[in-house]
T-cell receptor
Framework: DVKVTQSSRYLVKRTGEKVFLECVQD?????MFWYRQDPGLGLRLIYF???????EKGDIPEGYSVSREKKERFSLILESASTNQTSMYLC???????????FGAGTRLSVL | KQEVTQIPAALSVPEGENLVLNCSFT??????LQWFRQDPGKGLTSLLL?????REQTSGRLNASLDKSSGRSTLYIAASQPGDSATYLC?????????????FGSGTQLTVLP
């Protein structure tokens, strides 16, 4: 069965903290994605990766970085968290060339 | 830049009704259109995928249609049930941007009343 696991369902952090959001998939997918979801704005792509150590910016990469050292794991990093990064973060994966993305359950991050 | 719009933002219907959710997109050069379901506080589940060469796809009580030239898709839900209550999102992928990227609408929040 397809599985994308995000390490935390809920996180509360302080402004200025460095925050790591972790995502692991067990489907040997080449592509992995990080989105944020805000009311009325839908899902917006932050970064994606199509191979180990490869990454591309999405629509809203500012304030974020990513790391993909192993095929199954894709990390989203907030170098210095700010209140406007309070959001629901969703990770997804797909096979190379495949249109269907499989999503994790999401991490709701609050930055105080 | 591709933009995807979903109308209405919210919809409430009594159980048993047939209903239609709408999705429109600005750039007709798409590869695929997908409909997703999202339950509160959860991730997304893919419901239906329509390739650009197809006109519709069906799964159980769900039927999705695609009119690529006019930039429109509809999701038809027959005989709605309270368990259908969720947010439904449509998304497209295509040469606007990377073929690996999906552009999402903001969703329609559906409530089916018992």
């Amino acid at each position: 069965d397809v599985k994308v696991t995000q390490s935390s369902r809920y996180l509360v952090k302080r402004t200025g903290e460095k925050v790591f959001l972790e995502c692991v998939q067990d489907m040997d997918h080449e592509n992995m994605f990080w989105y944020r979801q805000d009311p009325g704005l839908g899902l917006r792509l932050i970064y994606f990766s199509y191979d180990v150590k490869m990454k591309e910016k999405g629509d809203i990469p500012e304030g974020y970085s990513v790391s993909r050292e192993k095929k199954e794991r894709f990390s989203l990093i907030l170098e210095s968290a700010s209140t406007n990064q309070t959001s629901m973060y969703l990770c997804a994966s797909s096979r190379a060339g495949g249109p269907i993305q499989y999503f994790g359950a999401g991490t709701r991050l609050s930055v105080l | 830049k591709q933009e995807v719009t979903q109308i209405p933002a919210a919809l409430s219907v009594p159980e048993g009704e047939n209903l239609v959710l709408n999705c429109s997109f600005t750039d007709s050069a798409i590869y695929n259109l997908q409909w997703f379901r999202q339950d509160p506080g959860k991730g997304l589940t893919s419901l239906l995928l329509i390739q650009s060469s197809q006109r519709e796809q069906t799964s159980g009580r769900l039927n999705a249609s695609l009119d690529k030239s006019s930039g429109r898709s509809t999701l038809y839900i027959a005989a709605s049930q309270p368990g259908d209550s969720a947010t439904y999102l449509c998304a497209v992928d295509g040469p606007s941007g990377s073929a690996r990227q999906l552009t999402f609408g903001s969703g329609t929040q559906l409530t089916v009343l018992p």
